[in-house]
């Protein structure tokens, strides 16, 4: 029969309906100024420290409207923004490093709306505000390290070609200074240091070679130490699930912009974390009583380092391996039930510890963590201070060789262990990093937006609704409605998908689809009432209007949708916003204008006799 849906695509249509109206809800709630608290470096945000936090907070008479404590972390809500940056500037003063304070948004979501994964859409960082990072990578750290390298090489060459030289030192700004017994042995080291190292400059005085940098390979290191924080940094950040971050070099610096984020405080604790491990052998030469002493000196080879428990360890100072080489870290347990770190290795660093374990069967190898803490001081030039932090998490004997594939255990609890696995997981730093500026953009400005670009959709709606209503009359009402369900299907679409944020562009994307969904309603209209004046009677003549109106509808939305596909593809930033919301709002707009209004005509006419339509 014409103009009859049976009665499983009514039943899809209506699903369709009640469901986007759901996940469109949440973003009608609005939400909170909050404080997100997480323990760093073993430290957990239990309930012992929600307590003391609401006691320092009710001792400063600051008014807090609800605290919760989940997954080791603790979400305190305010009523306004003022509250909650006093509110951090208290807790910065009381907790200092042992936690991360950072400012955030929680969402209003009832509580049975988020028991169906029903969450609000992800605003931009022009809609939503977010948090702004600058970030500062210590060049100094791997000139430094490719001054000690270059002192190594030149030492390896010049013993190799049996030239004696009484010292071999730093210099300042990265350079190396040779002594030699005789002006005949630093002319002929000059002539062969020259030939192999081709990025610096030899000069000779008296007696002494001054090896400096070049220019061009300063900016080598430095490129590269900047390059590589960057990629590590954006694979971090990948590790979080933030979706659409800004993470770009800004001359010596890097900026991370993470709009909409719902976890500040593991963003910036995860940013400002630098974690390196260190294979390397324990001196058991030495009786271990004799370097628990403050005056004792150790042999050139070692150092003393420090287990989590503070009891002494004599290392070997040659580094086995580095974190460089793993290529894969997860947490899980031992058969004990014990947090531990599985650890792959590449080629090469499988080639090594296999080797090296092999060839050192029952010595004992140390797992050395290096990290650079946060002093929460700053020098004259209002730079962060940070401090190397190195601490033993593992000894253990080499009862056999293993090589790509081991684990380390002795870690104090699983929150650690999923965050060094983390860290190993997405790259060691090549250089520290520290947090110098992190600005919280407020939504003021966003809201602004929001309202702006709200009014310009709600005034092109109500005015397309009015034009179909006045001209189209009972299927202009029909059409409204689908304009109505088509704006609640892009908002319940874009709240499920991860990784689309809606974004100022996108507002105006969603103009554009509504302009769309009024040139298909019209095609229909027309064509029936086309059809209507070719004397075909009301039920062909809906029929033959959607049938017929079709492939031009599908031609203009395909032509659109392609343009969009490439503008995703090919963009970056809000062109990407605008981009995705488009190709939403074309999908959804063809359901609304084709499917869901044909159910509408044929709930009203379809089966019945009609001698007249209100079109």
């Not at 929001?450 to 959709?457: P, R």
Request: net charge positive.
């Amino acid at each position: 029969m014409l103009n009859r849906y049976p009665l499983w695509k009514n039943f899809f249509i209506i699903s369709v309906l009640i469901i986007s109206i759901i996940y469109a809800l949440p973003n009608f709630f609005g939400e909170d100024p909050a404080i997100q608290i997480v323990g760093v470096r073993g430290n957990l945000a239990n309930k012992e420290i929600l307590n003391q936090i609401v006691s320092i907070l009710q001792k400063e008479k600051v008014d807090i409207k609800s605290v919760k404590l989940k997954n080791d972390e603790i979400l305190i809500c305010f009523d306004n923004v003022n509250l909650q940056l006093n509110a951090r500037d208290i807790l910065l003063s009381n907790l200092k490093e042992n936690y991360v304070i950072a400012l955030n948004l929680a969402p209003l979501t009832p509580h049975w709306l988020k028991f169906l994964g029903a969450e609000p859409m992800k605003l931009g960082l022009d809609l939503r505000g977010g948090v702004h990072f600058l970030i500062s990578v210590d060049i100094d750290k791997i000139l430094n390290q490719l001054q000690e390298y270059t002192i190594d090489s030149i030492s390896n060459d010049l013993r190799k070609q049996k030239i004696s030289y009484s010292s071999i030192r730093k210099i300042n700004n990265y350079g190396i200074e040779v002594r030699f017994h005789d002006n005949y042995e630093c002319l002929t080291s000059k002539n062969h240091l020259k030939s192999l190292y081709n990025d610096f400059f030899f000069e000779i005085k008296s007696s002494k070679l001054i090896i400096s940098l070049k220019n061009e390979r300063f900016q080598k290191a430095r490129d590269y130490a900047l390059s590589q924080n960057l990629n590590i940094i954006r694979n971090r950040i990948n590790q979080l699930g933030i979706m659409e971050p800004l993470i770009q070099r800004q001359g010596d610096c890097i900026i991370v912009e993470l709009p909409g984020i719902q976890d500040t405080a593991r963003a910036k604790e995860i940013l400002s974390a630098t974690a390196m491990l260190e294979f390397r052998l324990v001196n058991t030469d030495i009786d271990n009583n004799s370097f628990m002493h403050n005056f004792y000196i150790p042999p050139n080879d070692s150092e003393i380092k420090y287990t989590r428990d503070g009891h002494s360890v004599l290392l070997y100072k040659k580094i086995i391996l580095t974190g460089d080489h793993i290529t894969n870290a997860k947490y899980d347990f031992d058969d004990m039930g014990n947090a531990q770190v599985s650890i792959i290795l590449d080629h090469i660093g499988g080639s090594i510890m296999s080797n090296f374990t092999r060839d050192h069967q029952n010595k004992i190898i140390a797992t050395l963590l290096v990290e650079y803490k946060d002093t929460g001081k700053k020098n004259v030039n209002g730079d962060v201070i940070l401090v190397k932090d190195e601490k033993i998490i593992n000894i253990a004997k080499i009862s056999s060789y293993f090589s790509n594939k081991f684990r380390i255990t002795g870690i104090s609890n699983p929150t650690e262990a999923r965050q060094l696995s983390l860290l190993l997981r997405s790259g060691a730093l090549v250089a520290p990093i520290k947090i110098i500026q992190e600005i919280t953009i407020g939504p003021a400005l966003g809201l602004q937006n929001i309202k702006e670009g709200i009014k310009a959709s709600l005034s092109g709606l109500l005015i397309s609704m009015l034009f179909l209503v006045i001209y189209y009359r009972k299927f202009g009402i029909i059409a409204s409605f689908a304009l109505l369900a088509n704006l609640v299907l892009i908002a319940g679409i874009m709240s499920i998908l991860p990784g689309v944020a809606l974004t100022m562009p996108g507002i105006a994307g969603i103009v554009l689809i509504v302009a769309i969904s009024v040139d298909a309603t019209v095609l229909i209209n027309e064509r029936i009432k086309e059809e209507l004046r070719n004397g075909r009677s009301v039920q062909q003549a809906i029929n033959e209007g959607y049938r017929g109106s079709f492939s031009s509808i599908l031609d203009a939305n395909l032509t659109t949708g392609i343009t969009s596909i490439i503008l995703y593809l090919v963009g970056s930033g809000f062109i990407k916003g605008f981009a995705i919301t488009t190709i939403i709002g074309i999908l959804t707009s063809m359901f609304t204008s084709i499917i869901l209004t044909r159910a509408f005509v044929n709930l009203l006419y379809g089966g019945k006799k009609i001698k007249k339509l209100s079109i």
